[in-house]
Nanobody, 123 residues
Framework: QVQLVESGGGLVQAGNSLRLSCVAS????????MGWFRQVPGKERELVSG????????RYADSVKGRFTISRDNAKTTLTLQMNSLRPEDTAVYYC????????????????WGQGTQVTVSS
């Protein structure tokens, strides 16, 4: 069983940056592909970015390409999402998720979830 704990959310003005972290425990972190998802009320949870367990390949939603960077530190069992040039439309609850095997692009493909952290971007 893997436990995931996110941190780093908050309220920022448009154009500023935030750095989200997700610390994993209870499993072999390096074996899991990891993803950052976000969700706003009334909408489905969407993949923001993912990073694979093998090779560290990454994937980004078109809306965040060039602004967000995902990374992982297997020694520290930590997943990070650096978010720059934030926009009001980035406002959401952000979730960290883990799955065995390769990257998946739908939330249903992930086995473990954090509790979420709120990101609010004011205009």
């Amino acid at each position: 069983q893997v436990q995931l704990v996110e941190s780093g959310g908050g309220l920022v003005q448009a154009g500023n940056s935030l750095r989200l972290s997700c610390v994993a425990s209870g499993g072999t972190f390096s074996r899991y592909s990891m993803g950052w998802f976000r969700q706003v009320p009334g909408k489905e949870r969407e993949l923001v970015s993912g990073i694979s367990s093998i090779g560290g390949g990454t994937r980004y939603a078109d809306s965040v390409k060039g602004r967000f960077t995902i990374s992982r530190d297997n020694a520290k069992t930590t997943l990070t999402l650096q978010m720059n040039s934030l926009r009001p439309e980035d406002t959401a609850v952000y979730y960290c998720a883990a799955r065995s095997g390769g990257l998946a692009f739908q939330s249903a493909g992930y086995d473990y979830w954090g509790q979420g952290t709120q990101v609010t971007v004011s205009s």
